[in-house]
């Protein structure tokens, strides 16, 4: 390994560092010197990758937020090829499913949004990846009661899949016409919400099993 | 105002003292000296009432509960008695609209479900309501579902309206033999907290009436 894909490597595990921490304890846990005792590395070595915690938190959203998008691209272009209504259907869950804490990871993912999006007190560089997030799942949930309903929602081109220009694009999608559909998409990304919600409570009130079952009846019914 | 009168206003005013502080900072800020300088009081006047932590939010989670009981009531009884599909769609929206944080009172009881739901540190007596508060819920979207597709639920007699009462038979009610109806009943529960917690976040992503919009048009569809 080189001198900078050594560098590369070092400040990808200080973001995943960051990421465990405040999946731990919100985002306060993620100080810069509680980053670096998770990575076995001294305060100095972190703050030469990011001087601020709100760099810091900046490059984990970042992150994050383009390992989902590129995690979600495929089940989007899958949800666009369905012909049937049934693969519709089936399509449509894959891509809902993505979006639940389902496996560590998601967990890992959805405790950080939580605290983006509950924290009083994050720093204000978080807010446009809040709103990011937030668009980005609404916009899934658009795109998923557009299908059902026979109303076709553009999709991102891979070319453009930076993940800035993701960010951008997802927040210019426009609502769909029918008031009653776009409640829907507001009703959907609820669902999604609160299974979440309750797949991390402790204890877990709901296993995965029920949470795919209740997306999997809500679709059909979309 | 006769001497028992008074310590009952008293032991009043420490349970809101403790319900304020919770929707403010969570579990750790009712501690019993914050809830004496919220109230007013000497930490021993508060111990007189409360001698540990632990008893007085027990106290705040039975108050909340019988006060959430009493307003449900009249609404389950209003859904009981609907006749024509267009009445038990508005008394069903009507029920669930009031386990939506849509006003302070009950914005300040989301905030202590949620605290105790999620906090993992509580005393260990809240664990009941915690287990009464979503069973509570459950039951809710359950007789809704089932009204909506023609399955009656029982509803608890009034005369059994004490709150420990209330608990224990809504822990009780079975679940609705239709497995895809109870998958609806888990997604409605999930849509109510996911619309909660949008209503409550900071900035709040979504208003009351795209809230309502958004249950009117999934009770539509249950």
Redesign the interface.
Known sequence: MGRSAKGRQRQRDVVAAALRLVARGGIPAASVRGVAAEAGMSVGAVRHFFPTQEQLLEQVMADVTAEAAHRLVPLIRALGDATTAAEGRDAACALLEELLPLDERRRVEWFLWSAV??S?THPAGLDRWREAG?AGVRHQCRRVVGHLNDRAVPIVEADTMDVHDVVDSTATIPELED??LE??V??L???????A??LT??PA??DGA??R??????VG??
Chains 1, 2 share one sequence.
């Open positions: 999006a509950h009083a937030w008031p009653a409640a829907r507001t009703a990304h609820a669902a999604l919400d609160g299974l919600a309750q409570a402790t009130p709901i029920s949470a079952h209740a997306l999997r009846e809500l019914i979309l």
